[in-house]
Nanobody, 114 residues
Framework: QVQLVESGGGLVQPGGSLRLSCAGS????????VGWYRQAPGQQRELVAV???????NYADSVKGRFTISRDNAKNTVTLQMNSLKPEDTAVYYC????????WGQGTQVTVSS
């Protein structure tokens, strides 16, 4: 059974930075791609960034150049470094393990506001 736990959310001013972490359990974690997703109130969950088991990455256009996703397979962790944050980045952020059946963490709130 794979479990995911996110951490690192909080309140930050526009232009600030936050670092989110996703810790996974089990030996399967390192085999699959992991994505960071976000869901704002009244909106659908959207993919923000993804990293494959081999370390290839891809980003939504809205965060390119500002967010960086990385993984450490030895520690079973995936990190999302978020810089130059904007109010529209406000959402609950989830990490998702892209197994045949998705596995989700509980989410962490990110609020960008002055």
């Amino acid at each position: 059974q794979v479990q995911l736990v996110e951490s690192g959310g909080g309140l930050v001013q526009p232009g600030g930075s936050l670092r989110l972490s996703c810790a996974g359990s089990g030996t399967l974690f390192r085999l699959y791609a992991v994505g960071w997703y976000r869901q704002a109130p009244g909106q659908q969950r959207e993919l923000v960034a993804v990293v494959t088991g081999g370390g290839s990455t891809n980003y939504a256009d809205s965060v390119k150049g500002r967010f960086t996703i990385s993984r450490d397979n030895a520690k079973n962790t995936v990190t999302l470094q978020m810089n130059s944050l904007k109010p529209e980045d406000t959402a609950v952020y989830y990490c998702g393990l892209q197994m045949p059946t998705m596995r989700w963490g509980q989410g962490t709130q990110v609020t960008v506001s002055s």
